[in-house]
């Protein structure tokens, strides 16, 4: 158990829905990281913030955002749902920032169909 | 920018086999790398990872990685796997240093290990 949580760990809507994952990282870690692991693309990193704050961004598509909150915990929200979005999504948190290890939740699975 | 290779998709070892999964990364200032596992249905543990000074990492689960630099590789190693090693194995880079405030991790497209009896 790495001690960051996320829920829920299935989901599944319909194209166009909107759905919002959320992420707790491990206790005093301030970063928190989103990754998309699908079969096409493997895992991808989608966007990352630090202290409530976004930090840097990867291939993430305008339809999703995200948000770290002032207790640390982040969610990631997906609009407009197409089929391609079905992937496992991963929450990772560290510590802080640059060589910090990071530790990854056990995924939401998201399906939509 | 960063990218790994892990140029095999599927590995196939017999229990008490020794086992290598090779990791190569392009050039980058600083390398940080690292092995994590996944297996079915879990998310990604830490496995071992390299920042600096001896080349040769202990990780969990008696494994072992060496970076070698004039090879831009980090293989991964284990004298003797056990049933309860299949999984899939990513091996991961953090470019960190040469783009300050970028710590995403990049990673490779996973080996799948398959362990038979």
């Known amino acids: 158990d790495s001690g960051v949580t996320q829920t829920p760990k299935h989901l599944i809507t319909a194209t166009g829905q909107r759905v919002t994952l959320r992420c707790s990282p491990r206790?005093?870690?301030?970063?928190v990281y989103w990754y998309q692991q699908s079969l096409d693309q493997g895992l991808q990193f989608l966007i990352q913030?630090?202290?409530?704050?976004?930090?840097a961004k990867g291939n993430i598509l305008e339809r999703f955002s995200a948000q770290q909150f002032p207790d640390l915990h982040s969610e990631l929200n997906l609009s407009s749902l197409e089929l391609g979005d079905s992937a496992l999504y991963f929450c990772?948190?560290?510590?802080?920032?640059?060589?910090?290890?990071?530790?990854f939740g056990p995924g939401t699975r998201l399906t939509v169909l | 920018a960063q990218s790994v290779t892990q140029p095999d998709i599927h590995i196939t070892v017999s229990e008490g086999a020794s086992l290598e999964l090779r990791c190569n990364y392009s050039y980058g200032a600083t390398p940080y790398l690292f092995w994590y596992v996944q297996s079915p249905g879990q998310g990604l543990q830490l496995l071992l990872k390299y920042f600096s000074g001896d080349t040769l990492v202990q990780g969990i689960k008696g494994f072992e990685a060496e970076f070698k630099r004039s090879q831009s590789s980090f293989n991964l190693r284990k004298p003797s796997v056990h049933w309860s090693d299949a999984a899939e194995y990513f091996c991961a880079v953090v470019n960190w240093g040469s783009n300050f405030g970028n710590e995403k991790l990049t990673f490779g497209t996973g080996t799948r290990l398959t362990i038979i009896p």
């Open positions: 913030y630090y202290n409530g704050e976004e930090r």
């Open positions: 206790s005093g870690d301030l970063s």
């Open positions: 990772a948190s560290s510590v802080g920032v640059g060589t910090d290890t990071q530790y």
